[in-house]
C-alpha cells in the first residue's frame, strides 16, 4: 500500500476508536487509494489504485472482500464516526465560545432499480427562479463545523455528520433530520453552546420548535411570517379568561420592508446603514430590524427579525431572523454570510472528492459511503491547516499557483498531500536498484490509471 506520511499517520490514529483492528487497517488503506486514485472513485477503481505489492495474499484470496465488507459488513456506524469527527474538529481548531454550526441538504445523483433509498428530488444546480427541475439520486442532509481562521480571512465548513432523506410523507423530513444529529451533538457534549446557521428550508417548526436554549439559530425565514409583538399589553384583573401571552399581531417582514424609510428620516420602521463583510468583500446595506415572536415556528421564544436591502437594487430583498438577541444588525447578516461555505463544501466533495463516483445498492453501504468520504473531507483540511501547508510540497505547489487559484480550495489541499505521499513512496523505495525498479513499476501503474 502507499505509505502514509508522519503528519498524516498522527490523524489517522485518532480515528482508530471508531472502527476494529483489522477494519482500521482497511479504513487506512481505502483513504490513501481514495486521495491517490485519479479517475472515477468507484470501489474497483479505488482499490487497483493502491501499487500492486499492497496486495499480498489476503488481498489475492478475497479480491475486494475486505474493501466492499468495509462498508456492507463492517460494525463502524456513521453516528459513531460523526462524533469522532466533532471532536477531531473541535480539538484541532481554537473554539474559545459558541461553535458554529451549519446545515444544509444537497442532492447526490443515482441511477438504478435496484439502489437503496432511491428518489426523485429538486435539482437546486438546475434549478431556476422560474423552473424547478427534479433529478434522481441520494438526498443527503449534511452538519457541519463552521471554521473561522481570522489571522488568514479564510471560513470553512467542516463536514461532520450526514443523514440520508428518503423519500415519502412517513420518512423524516430534511429538517427532522438535522434536529436528530443536533440532538446528537448536545448529548455528547452537555457543556458546549453552538449556534446554527440554515436556510429557508430549515427555519420551520420540525427543527425550531421547542428549540434547546444551547442552540442559537440564524436563517432565512418568509416573507409573509404571522409575527406578534412581544409585550403583552397590561390586562385588567377583574377580566376572565386565559391570559394572552402575545400582543397584536404586527407586519409581516415583506409589509415592515415597504414602509421602512430611509435612513434619517423618522418612522415607525426605519433603514440603517450597515457595512458588512460577506462572501470576502466588504458592502453597504440597509438593514431594518425588530423583536417579535413567532408562535408557528418558535413558540413564544423571541426572535429578532433583520431585513437586508442593497440600496444599489443588484440583490433582491432578504429576510432574516436570529434567536440570538444579543446579536447586533451586521452581526446577524455577516454570520448568515457564511452559510455559503457549505455550499463550497458540497460543490468540493462532488468535483474533487467525487462522492458521486461509487455505485453501492444495499442499505448498508449507502448509508455509509457518504459520511465516511466526507470524514475523508474534513480529515484532508484539518491536515493541511495542522500541517500541510507548511511542509516543502506545499511551498513548491504555491510557486507555480496563478491568480486564479486558491491555496485554501480542497483541490489544492488534495494535490499538496498527493505529492507527499508520492514523495514518502520515492524515499522509502530509493535504496537500491531492484526497490527502483520495483517502484517505477508502481509508477506506471497509477499512470496507466490515470490515462
Not at 440570538?324 to 474533487?352: G, H, M, N, P
Not at 486564479?404 to 489544492?412: G, I, K, R, T, V
Request: charged share 20%.
Amino acid at each position: 500500500m502507499w505509505p502514509i506520511p508522519p503528519s498524516l499517520q498522527v490523524l489517522l490514529e485518532e480515528f482508530h476508536s471508531v472502527f476494529t483492528n483489522p477494519t482500521y487497517v482497511t479504513h487506512c488503506t481505502l483513504v490513501l487509494c481514495w486521495i491517490m486514485c485519479l479517475g472515477p472513485r468507484n470501489l474497483m477503481r479505488v482499490f487497483l489504485s493502491s501499487p500492486r505489492t499492497g496486495l499480498h495474499d489476503y488481498a489475492q484470496r478475497h479480491g475486494l472482500d475486505s474493501q466492499y465488507n468495509f462498508f456492507e459488513r463492517s460494525a463502524w456506524t456513521p453516528s459513531g464516526l460523526g462524533i469522532r469527527l466533532a471532536v477531531f474538529v473541535l480539538t484541532h481548531f481554537p473554539f474559545k465560545g459558541v461553535v458554529e454550526l451549519v446545515v444544509d441538504d444537497t442532492l447526490f445523483h443515482k441511477r438504478g432499480l435496484h439502489v437503496w433509498g432511491i428518489g426523485w428530488f429538486r435539482d437546486a444546480v438546475a434549478s431556476t427562479k422560474k423552473r424547478v427541475a427534479t433529478a434522481s439520486g441520494h438526498n443527503w442532509v449534511v452538519l457541519g463545523i463552521v471554521v473561522q481562521l481570522p489571522a488568514l480571512g479564510i471560513v470553512l465548513a467542516q463536514p461532520i455528520m450526514a443523514r440520508l432523506h428518503l423519500s415519502g410523507k412517513v420518512n423524516p423530513s430534511c429538517a427532522q433530520l438535522a434536529r436528530q444529529m443536533l440532538q446528537e451533538l448536545l448529548d455528547y457534549f452537555p457543556d458546549r453552546r453552538f449556534s446554527l446557521l440554515g436556510d429557508g428550508g430549515y427555519t420551520n417548526k420540525e427543527l425550531l420548535g421547542n428549540l434547546d436554549d444551547r442552540i442559537e439559530y440564524t436563517g432565512r425565514m418568509r416573507a409573509d411570517a404571522e409575527l406578534y409583538d412581544p409585550v403583552v399589553p397590561a390586562q385588567p384583573k377583574n377580566k376572565r379568561g386565559p391570559k394572552p401571552q402575545k400582543g397584536p399581531r404586527l407586519p409581516n417582514p415583506r409589509t415592515v420592508a415597504k414602509q421602512a424609510v430611509p435612513p434619517g428620516q423618522e418612522g415607525k420602521y426605519q433603514w440603517q446603514e450597515a457595512t458588512v463583510k460577506m462572501y470576502g468583500v466588504e458592502k453597504v446595506l440597509w438593514v431594518c430590524g425588530y423583536e417579535a415572536v413567532w408562535p408557528r415556528v418558535t413558540g413564544l421564544r423571541r426572535i429578532r427579525v433583520v431585513i437586508v436591502r442593497d440600496p444599489e437594487g443588484k440583490m433582491q430583498d432578504s429576510y432574516l431572523m436570529t434567536t440570538d438577541l444579543t446579536a447586533s444588525l451586521e452581526e446577524v447578516v455577516t454570520r448568515y454570510s457564511r452559510r455559503w461555505s457549505i455550499e463550497i463544501l458540497f460543490r468540493a466533495c462532488k468535483q474533487v472528492m467525487d462522492i458521486e463516483a461509487p455505485q453501492h445498492y444495499c442499505q448498508e453501504s449507502v448509508e455509509k459511503v457518504v459520511p465516511w468520504v466526507l470524514g475523508i473531507q474534513t480529515l484532508v483540511s484539518v491536515w493541511y491547516v495542522a500541517a500541510g501547508r507548511e511542509l516543502p510540497e506545499a511551498e513548491e505547489i504555491r510557486a507555480h499557483m496563478g491568480p486564479w487559484d486558491s491555496e485554501w480550495s480542497l483541490a489544492n489541499m488534495v494535490r499538496v498531500l498527493r505529492r507527499a505521499i508520492l514523495n514518502a513512496a520515492i524515499e522509502a523505495n530509493s535504496g537500491g536498484q531492484a526497490e527502483t525498479r520495483e517502484f517505477l513499476g508502481r509508477l506506471m501503474n497509477w499512470v496507466h490509471l490515470a490515462t
